[in-house]
Protein backbone atom coordinates (compact mmCIF):
# COMPACT_ATOMS: atom_id res chain seq x y z
CA UNK A 1 0.00 0.00 0.00
CA UNK A 2 2.89 2.37 0.82
CA UNK A 3 4.70 1.96 -2.66
CA UNK A 4 1.35 2.51 -4.25
CA UNK A 5 0.75 5.38 -2.01
CA UNK A 6 4.00 6.81 -3.23
CA UNK A 7 3.59 5.84 -6.99
CA UNK A 8 -0.09 7.87 -7.10
CA UNK A 9 1.69 10.92 -5.63
CA UNK A 10 4.31 10.90 -8.30
CA UNK A 11 2.20 10.39 -10.66
CA UNK A 12 -0.13 13.19 -9.71
CA UNK A 13 2.85 15.83 -9.85
CA UNK A 14 4.16 14.68 -12.79
CA UNK A 15 0.34 15.09 -13.84
CA UNK A 16 0.65 19.26 -12.86
CA UNK A 17 4.01 19.74 -14.17
CA UNK A 18 2.96 18.75 -17.49
CA UNK A 19 -0.49 20.84 -17.29
CA UNK A 20 1.31 23.89 -16.38
CA UNK A 21 4.02 23.17 -18.92
CA UNK A 22 1.50 22.78 -22.23
CA UNK A 23 -1.39 25.44 -20.28
CA UNK A 24 -1.90 28.67 -22.35
CA UNK A 25 -4.23 31.54 -21.31
CA UNK A 26 -7.45 32.08 -23.50
CA UNK A 27 -7.22 34.97 -25.64
CA UNK A 28 -9.01 38.16 -24.32
CA UNK A 29 -11.81 38.79 -26.06
CA UNK A 30 -11.74 42.04 -28.69
CA UNK A 31 -13.33 45.44 -27.30
CA UNK A 32 -16.77 45.80 -28.78
CA UNK A 33 -16.56 47.85 -32.16
CA UNK A 34 -16.82 51.66 -31.69
CA UNK A 35 -20.32 52.92 -33.44
CA UNK A 36 -19.31 55.64 -36.07
CA UNK A 37 -19.72 59.13 -34.71
CA UNK A 38 -18.36 58.11 -31.09
CA UNK A 39 -15.61 59.40 -30.38
CA UNK A 40 -13.12 56.53 -28.10
CA UNK A 41 -11.47 57.52 -25.22
CA UNK A 42 -8.36 59.20 -24.56
CA UNK A 43 -6.28 59.77 -21.64
CA UNK A 44 -5.48 63.28 -20.61
CA UNK A 45 -2.16 63.49 -21.10
CA UNK A 46 -2.88 62.86 -24.50
CA UNK A 47 -5.24 65.52 -25.56
CA UNK A 48 -3.39 68.64 -26.88
CA UNK A 49 -3.64 71.20 -24.34
CA UNK A 50 -5.51 74.98 -26.17
CA UNK A 51 -3.41 77.84 -25.73
CA UNK A 52 -4.49 80.21 -22.63
CA UNK A 53 -5.40 83.55 -23.22
CA UNK A 54 -3.08 86.31 -21.07
CA UNK A 55 -5.12 86.94 -17.65
CA UNK A 56 -3.58 90.29 -17.93
CA UNK A 57 -4.53 91.59 -21.13
CA UNK A 58 -7.98 90.49 -20.32
CA UNK A 59 -7.96 92.39 -17.43
CA UNK A 60 -6.69 95.41 -19.46
CA UNK A 61 -9.25 95.45 -22.08
CA UNK A 62 -11.70 98.77 -21.25
CA UNK A 63 -15.07 97.76 -20.04
CA UNK A 64 -18.33 98.24 -22.43
CA UNK A 65 -18.58 101.93 -22.50
CA UNK A 66 -22.03 103.33 -20.79
CA UNK A 67 -24.55 104.74 -22.99
CA UNK A 68 -24.86 108.76 -23.06
CA UNK A 69 -27.56 109.00 -21.02
CA UNK A 70 -27.10 107.11 -18.62
CA UNK A 71 -27.62 107.72 -14.32
CA UNK A 72 -25.07 106.27 -12.13
CA UNK A 73 -26.16 105.81 -8.26
CA UNK A 74 -25.46 104.21 -5.18
CA UNK A 75 -27.54 101.96 -2.73
CA UNK A 76 -27.82 100.71 0.16
CA UNK A 77 -27.04 100.04 2.88
CA UNK A 78 -27.60 96.91 2.45
CA UNK A 79 -27.56 95.00 6.21
CA UNK A 80 -26.96 91.09 5.28
CA UNK A 81 -25.04 89.50 2.19
CA UNK A 82 -28.45 87.71 1.50
CA UNK A 83 -30.39 91.35 0.92
CA UNK A 84 -27.41 92.45 -1.31
CA UNK A 85 -27.62 88.77 -3.53
CA UNK A 86 -31.39 89.74 -4.13
CA UNK A 87 -31.27 92.90 -4.57
CA UNK A 88 -28.02 92.40 -7.25
CA UNK A 89 -29.85 89.30 -9.20
CA UNK A 90 -33.00 91.56 -9.50
CA UNK A 91 -31.35 94.86 -10.46
CA UNK A 92 -28.69 93.27 -12.97
CA UNK A 93 -31.47 92.31 -16.20
CA UNK A 94 -31.75 96.16 -16.11
CA UNK A 95 -28.79 97.70 -15.34
CA UNK A 96 -26.01 98.82 -17.92
CA UNK A 97 -22.90 98.26 -15.14
CA UNK A 98 -23.45 97.41 -11.67
CA UNK A 99 -20.88 96.06 -8.96
CA UNK A 100 -20.94 96.00 -5.43
CA UNK A 101 -18.96 97.32 -2.18
CA UNK A 102 -18.27 96.88 1.64
CA UNK A 103 -18.22 99.58 4.02
CA UNK A 104 -18.10 99.83 7.58
CA UNK A 105 -20.87 101.00 9.49
CA UNK A 106 -22.69 101.46 12.43
CA UNK A 107 -26.18 99.82 14.00
CA UNK A 108 -28.78 101.00 16.39
CA UNK A 109 -29.25 98.40 18.79
CA UNK A 110 -31.48 99.81 21.57
CA UNK A 111 -31.22 102.55 24.13
CA UNK A 112 -29.67 102.80 27.24
CA UNK A 113 -31.26 105.17 30.29
CA UNK A 114 -29.12 105.80 33.25
CA UNK A 115 -28.34 108.43 35.88
CA UNK A 116 -25.26 110.14 35.26
CA UNK A 117 -21.93 109.32 37.14
CA UNK A 118 -21.91 109.98 40.79
CA UNK A 119 -18.82 112.35 42.37
CA UNK A 120 -17.75 108.94 43.88
CA UNK A 121 -18.78 105.50 44.62
CA UNK A 122 -20.42 106.18 48.42
CA UNK A 123 -22.50 108.68 46.46
CA UNK A 124 -23.60 106.37 43.53
CA UNK A 125 -24.35 104.17 46.57
CA UNK A 126 -26.82 106.52 48.49
CA UNK A 127 -28.66 107.26 44.67
CA UNK A 128 -28.91 103.98 44.74
CA UNK A 129 -30.59 103.19 48.26
CA UNK A 130 -32.62 106.35 47.85
CA UNK A 131 -33.67 104.78 44.19
CA UNK A 132 -34.99 101.22 46.60
CA UNK A 133 -36.50 103.37 48.83
CA UNK A 134 -38.96 105.43 46.38
CA UNK A 135 -40.05 101.61 44.83
CA UNK A 136 -37.23 101.80 41.74
CA UNK A 137 -35.74 98.59 41.92
CA UNK A 138 -34.57 97.06 38.96
CA UNK A 139 -31.30 99.20 38.32
CA UNK A 140 -27.90 98.69 38.25
CA UNK A 141 -24.93 99.95 39.91
CA UNK A 142 -22.11 100.32 37.35
CA UNK A 143 -18.47 99.77 39.05
CA UNK A 144 -15.93 99.40 36.14
CA UNK A 145 -15.32 100.53 32.64
CA UNK A 146 -16.09 103.93 31.22
CA UNK A 147 -19.47 104.51 33.09
CA UNK A 148 -18.46 103.66 36.24
CA UNK A 149 -20.22 105.04 38.91
CA UNK A 150 -23.45 105.60 37.03
CA UNK A 151 -26.60 104.12 37.91
CA UNK A 152 -28.35 101.75 34.84
CA UNK A 153 -31.72 102.07 34.96
CA UNK A 154 -32.06 99.66 31.98
CA UNK A 155 -31.92 98.51 28.25
CA UNK A 156 -34.38 98.88 26.00
CA UNK A 157 -34.92 97.77 22.18
CA UNK A 158 -37.17 100.54 20.91
CA UNK A 159 -36.83 104.72 22.30
CA UNK A 160 -41.22 104.93 23.36
CA UNK A 161 -40.54 102.00 26.17
CA UNK A 162 -36.83 104.33 27.00
CA UNK A 163 -38.85 107.14 27.02
CA UNK A 164 -41.75 105.83 30.10
CA UNK A 165 -38.15 104.83 31.50
CA UNK A 166 -36.70 108.26 31.59
CA UNK A 167 -40.03 110.00 32.88
CA UNK A 168 -40.88 107.75 35.43
CA UNK A 169 -37.58 108.31 37.12
CA UNK A 170 -37.54 111.78 36.24
CA UNK A 171 -40.73 112.46 37.83
CA UNK A 172 -39.05 111.19 41.58
CA UNK A 173 -36.56 114.35 41.08
CA UNK A 174 -33.87 112.94 39.12
CA UNK A 175 -31.71 113.26 35.68
CA UNK A 176 -31.75 110.10 33.83
CA UNK A 177 -30.46 110.21 29.84
CA UNK A 178 -31.41 108.12 27.22
CA UNK A 179 -28.26 107.36 25.23
CA UNK A 180 -28.54 104.84 22.43
CA UNK A 181 -26.22 101.96 21.90
CA UNK A 182 -24.67 101.03 18.91
CA UNK A 183 -22.42 98.48 17.56
CA UNK A 184 -19.79 98.70 14.39
CA UNK A 185 -21.17 96.05 11.49
CA UNK A 186 -20.14 95.53 8.04
CA UNK A 187 -22.77 97.20 5.13
CA UNK A 188 -23.19 96.79 1.75
CA UNK A 189 -23.56 99.48 -1.18
CA UNK A 190 -24.48 98.48 -5.14
CA UNK A 191 -22.91 101.03 -7.65
CA UNK A 192 -24.76 100.73 -10.64
CA UNK A 193 -25.55 102.78 -13.78
CA UNK A 194 -28.59 102.54 -15.47
CA UNK A 195 -30.93 104.11 -18.38
CA UNK A 196 -33.18 107.18 -16.87
CA UNK A 197 -36.02 106.70 -15.16
CA UNK A 198 -35.09 102.98 -13.48
CA UNK A 199 -37.66 102.54 -10.98
CA UNK A 200 -35.30 101.14 -8.31
CA UNK A 201 -37.82 100.66 -5.58
CA UNK A 202 -40.30 98.51 -7.10
CA UNK A 203 -37.09 96.07 -7.87
CA UNK A 204 -35.97 96.62 -4.47
CA UNK A 205 -39.11 97.51 -2.21
CA UNK A 206 -36.98 98.46 1.53
CA UNK A 207 -37.95 101.35 3.64
CA UNK A 208 -34.51 101.68 4.70
CA UNK A 209 -32.61 101.52 1.18
CA UNK A 210 -31.57 104.87 -0.35
CA UNK A 211 -30.06 106.29 -3.23
CA UNK A 212 -27.37 108.38 -3.84
CA UNK A 213 -25.91 110.00 -7.18
CA UNK A 214 -22.81 108.88 -7.87
CA UNK A 215 -20.09 110.00 -11.02
CA UNK A 216 -19.85 107.57 -13.60
CA UNK A 217 -16.54 105.90 -14.34
Same mark, same amino acid.
Given at each position: ???????????????????????????????????????????????????????????????????????????????????????????????????????????????? @?? /???????? #? +?????? $?? *? =?? &???????????????? @?? /???????? #? +?????? $?? *? =?? &?????????????????????AAPGLDWKALVPSESLQARAA???
Amino acid at each position: MLRALLLLLLCMNLGVAAWWATHRDPPRPAPPAIERGVPSLRLLSEVERRPVGDPAAELAEAPTPLSADAQCLSLGPFETPADLRLAMDRLLPRVERIQFREVAGTALRGYR @VY /LPAAASRQ #A +ALDVAR $RL *A =AQ &GISDYYLVTAGPHQDT @VS /LGGFRDLD #A +ATQRRD $RV *A =AL &GYSPIIEPRTEAVSQWWIDLAAAPGLDWKALVPSESLQARAAPCR
